[in-house]
């Protein structure tokens, strides 16, 4: 599974250009779950205009409807019939002061109606101080006794490596996957393991040493999948690794 998150970029020019750039680079047509959470006002436009990407889904939601200036809600999401939403980006957090509790509203209003994407990840002062696995087991801790549905998806996004430049070692997201699938699995209800994505500074110069890893399952591209070619290119190297 290789997801691009745009974040707040993009523009009609640009996603015209991206979607000619992508065809022309794209070696392998598999069935890789492909999917692109552009910034939400072209959700639309780009659901008909990129036929080349299976799954188009959203970077957020909220877990009501009404009055609430700015939201977009899940029953909103399942009318545009969209493939899945990204929920608790580091920016979310940090820049919206989302916490977990919040998120977690999200989730159970996502569950079992829109493929829900769970970003978490640990900052680098939580990184030196070896508490990874504890940050990342309390924002798991809100999925606890949930029945997850079994599209339930993970994202592994260290907050110091997001656009930094910077990864973990391959061998140390490897183990981090691995635990993540172990916390999820005993706290969900119907004890799910999920997919576990990484993400955080993903080019297509490092994606092999990645999805070489047996327990990391694919991507969520930032800044490298604003390229159409790019954004191939480690489509490609997916592919030609990974069923
Ligand atoms: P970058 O690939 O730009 O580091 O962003 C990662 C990310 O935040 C994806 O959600």
Redesign the pocket.
């Given at each position: 599974m290789i997801i691009a998150?745009w974040k707040c970029n993009g523009s009609t020019e640009m996603y015209k250009t991206w979607s000619v750039d992508f065809s022309n680079e794209l070696l392998h047509k598999k069935d890789t779950y492909l999917g692109i959470a552009p910034p939400s006002i072209y959700f639309g436009d780009i659901k008909s205009y990129l036929t080349c990407i299976p799954f188009i889904g959203v970077q957020d939601v909220d877990y009501l409807d009404g009055p609430r200036t700015g939201a977009i809600s899940v029953d909103m999401l399942i009318d545009m019939d969209c493939n899945f939403s990204i929920v608790g980006?580091s920016e979310r957090r940090q820049l919206f002061n989302e916490d977990n509790e919040l998120i977690k509203k999200k989730i159970e209003s996502l569950n079992n109606k829109i493929m829900t994407v769970l970003?978490i990840g640990e900052t680098m002062v939580e990184s030196q101080k070896g508490s990874t696995k504890n940050i990342l087991e309390e924002q798991l801790g809100i999925i606890k006794g949930l029945e997850l549905n079994e599209s339930f998806t993970v994202?592994y996004?260290p907050v110091w490596?997001?656009?930094s430049g910077l990864t973990p070692e391959p061998n140390d997201i490897n183990e981090i996957h691995k635990y993540i699938k172990d916390v999820v699995q005993s706290y969900s209800a119907n004890n799910h393991i999920p997919g576990v994505l990484y993400?955080?500074?993903?080019t297509d110069i490092n994606a092999e040493s990645f999805f070489k890893k047996q327990y990391v399952d694919g991507a969520?591209?930032?800044?490298?999948s604003l390229k159409g070619a790019s954004f191939a290119k480690i489509v490609n190297i997916f592919n030609g690794m990974k069923q």
């Open positions: 998150n980006h970003c994202a996004e490596a997001i656009g993400g955080g500074s993903v969520l591209v930032g800044g490298a």
